[in-house]
């Protein structure tokens, strides 16, 4: 069965880093494009990057563009999201997905953010 | 940026009412739009993808159609398990975009 759990997420002060992870399983990781999408506290969904099967193409949103990196492990199906320079603002549940020929297909359980002095 | 607006935002709806959601994109997307449905503190699930798609799985009184700037999802007998919220995501360009997100709740 697909699954995508995702895990990092802490209580961190502005200005500070955090990488978040996200581990695959149940499909052939290397041969999917992954995503990350946000949800701040009572908002809705915001798509935040994504990066390619190879690692050698991303996208990122602009309200993220300079301070994040998504980057990808196929050897360990995983995926990561390094997060620098955190604001107030990025707070929120931060998903992983899986990436198909028709967009997202496949969601984690998320994993929570907290960017407070 | 494409912009994704969602209407509406909040409806209130009985079990076995005929509910329909719009989202405008503002500019020509093809069909490529999906739909997910979201419930509280869980991860959003596809329900329909290429505009009109049904996602394996999903009970059939979902739809969706359009094509281009305006699309529809369609919940044809709105069931208790049903309500949620629902979101629009254009995969067109970069930056993908969701829509704001329409909350069905009951009535």
């Known amino acids: 069965e697909f699954q995508l759990l995702e895990s990092g997420g802490d209580l961190v002060q502005p200005g500070g880093s955090l990488r978040l992870s996200c581990a695959a399983s149940?499909?052939?990781?290397?041969?999917?494009?992954m995503s990350w999408v946000r949800q701040a506290p009572g908002k809705g969904l915001e798509w935040v990057s994504d990066i390619i099967t190879t690692g050698a193409g991303t996208h990122y949103a602009d309200s993220v563009k300079g301070r994040f990196t998504i980057s990808r492990d196929n050897s360990k199906d995983t995926l990561y999201l390094h997060m620098n320079g955190l604001r107030l603002e990025d707070t929120a549940v931060y998903y992983c997905?899986?990436?198909?020929?028709?967009?997202?297909?496949?969601w984690g359980q998320g994993t929570l953010v907290t960017v407070s002095s | 940026d494409i912009q994704m607006t969602q209407s509406p935002s909040s409806l209130s709806a009985s079990v076995g009412d005929r509910v329909t959601i719009t989202c405008r994109a503002s500019q020509g997307i093809r069909n490529d739009l999906g739909w997910y449905q979201q419930k509280p503190g869980k991860a959003p699930k596809r329900l329909i993808y290429a505009a009109s798609s049904l996602q394996s799985g999903v009970p059939s009184r979902f739809s969706g159609s359009g094509s281009g700037t305006e699309f529809t999802l369609t919940i044809s007998s709105l069931q208790s398990e049903d309500f949620a919220t629902y979101y629009c995501?254009?995969?067109?360009?970069?930056?993908?975009?969701f829509g704001q997100g329409t909350k069905v709740e009951i009535k």
């Open positions: 149940g499909f052939t990781f290397s041969s999917y494009a």
């Open positions: 997905a899986k990436v198909g020929t028709s967009g997202i297909h496949l």
């Open positions: 995501l254009q995969h067109y360009s970069y930056p993908w975009t």
